[in-house]
Nanobody, 127 residues
Framework: QLQLVESGGAYVQPGGSLRLSCVAS????????IGWFRQAPGKEHEGVSC????????NSADSVKGRFTISRDNTKSTVYLQMINLKAEDTATYYC????????????????????RGQGTLVTVSA
């Protein structure tokens, strides 16, 4: 069974950078598109970025375009989220999740449709 574990969350100042990692165990990792999601205190889960199973296509929320980059290395069963120019509003717990299938379709940002979710890693952006 596929399992996902996030890491890399930290406390950073505005304008700083972080790279989050999502490491998978299980034999079906390269069959799934993987998404990064976040949940800020008191808010709903928000889809941040998605990458398809081969790594050849991505989707991102408008709020992070130009600042966040999603990538994956299927040889390491890992998906990354490189974040630059972080803002206070990026403060949240970040989760990775496996979508049902290999593509990031129009419903990629639906938290409730994820097949598997990690436990989350906290990113705090503050001066």
């Amino acid at each position: 069974q596929l399992q996902l574990v996030e890491s890399g969350g930290a406390y950073v100042q505005p304008g700083g950078s972080l790279r989050l990692s999502c490491v998978a165990s299980g034999s079906t990792f390269d069959e799934h598109a993987i998404g990064w999601f976040r949940q800020a205190p008191g808010k709903e889960h928000e889809g941040v970025s998605c990458i398809n199973s081969s790594g050849g296509a991505t989707n991102s929320a408008d709020s992070v375009k130009g600042r966040f980059t999603i990538s994956r290395d299927n040889t390491k069963s890992t998906v990354y989220l490189q974040m630059i120019n972080l803002k206070a509003e990026d403060t949240a717990t970040y989760y990775c999740g496996a979508l049902d299938g290999g593509g990031c379709g129009r419903a990629w940002a639906e938290w409730g449709d994820l097949q598997v979710r990690g436990q989350g890693t906290l990113v705090t952006v503050s001066a």
